[in-house]
């Protein structure tokens, strides 16, 4: 028995280390065709390693005024609709918990059904058009307010808090608000850091939203100039083209380059809620 746990733990291990660098290896093939000089890449000769060091692409791609009006609007979209995404979806999955609620299983039904059908593209589309939200920044933010599923893993979560506590802050006088800022968000942590990353990386990365109700160059996010970029070759509209000091830029280091500065921020964003994740994540989806 003990020598099928060690060769199972091997495997895992094994098969654990392939995923691993399977999904790390385009982030560093990236990072070294970007930080290499144009003479390697263009002769093929990068692989994992930077040859003929140089930050020129960087230098050229954050001369970009473009990225720095995404990165702008993009930090808004993330940080506003993280906000009041977490704070609505917060609200309602406390109503949904609570034993008390009047008809909670019709609207427990009503939500879970949104999962599995919807009014599709052109009815939302139609829907914000008419309240108003056509280029603006409201937008980026309320179609996607509230997600099904987050919102039943932290109804979950919020039902596996002890009913004791409720009972002991209405004996202190408190009404349903008051437990639900003073005991219940306090022991949420967890759920509501893993909650908040899973609305911000999907906020971030949101660009088909700004195709469909933004018209304005102004309000677009990152990702909007990033797929025109990547996509429409928008630098210059050529596949070799003359840097500021007359050096030779490829298309490829400077996609590359675009992708790692659009993607680096939300990812360095996860090692300060990490410790968060994997509780927010287990207790909210275990308990029934």
Do not use: H
Not at 207 to 223: D, G, H, I, V
């Amino acid at each position: 028995m003990r020598l099928k746990l060690q060769w199972f733990s091997v495997v895992n291990v094994l098969l654990l280390l392939i995923v691993a660098l399977a999904t790390l290896y385009p982030f560093i093939y990236m990072l070294a065709v970007s930080f290499s000089s144009m003479e390697y890449v263009l002769q093929n000769k990068v692989s994992i390693w930077p040859k003929g060091f140089n930050l020129k692409v960087y230098e050229y791609v954050l001369r970009d005024e473009r990225i720095w009006m995404g990165y702008k609007n993009t930090l808004i979209y993330t940080t506003l609709g993280t906000l009041l995404s977490l704070i609505v979806t917060a609200m309602g999955a406390y109503a949904l918990s609570r034993r008390i609620l009047v008809f909670k299983k019709f609207f427990l039904m009503m939500i879970v059904f949104t999962m599995l059908f919807s009014g599709g593209m052109i009815p939302t589309f139609l829907v914000v058009r008419d309240l108003g939200f056509m280029n603006t920044i409201w937008a980026m933010i309320i179609p996607g307010l509230v997600s099904t599923w987050n919102l039943i893993i932290m109804r979950t979560f919020f039902q596996g808090i002890p009913y004791e506590l409720i009972e002991s802050g209405k004996i202190d006088g408190l009404n349903e608000l008051g437990i639900f800022a003073r005991i219940v968000m306090p022991l949420s942590k967890s759920v509501l850091a893993t909650i908040g990353l899973f609305y911000a990386v999907g906020i971030w990365n949101n660009f088909f939203s700004a195709l469909l109700y933004l018209r304005m160059e102004s309000l677009f996010p990152l990702q909007v100039f990033l797929r025109n970029i990547v996509l429409a070759g928008q630098y210059q509209d050529g596949a070799v083209m003359g840097g500021a000091d007359g050096e030779m830029l490829i298309d490829e280091p400077l996609k590359f380059a675009t992708i790692l500065v659009s993607t680096l921020p939300i990812i360095m964003v996860y090692p300060f809620i990490q410790q968060y994740f994997v509780k927010g994540v287990l207790i909210g989806s275990v308990k029934g």
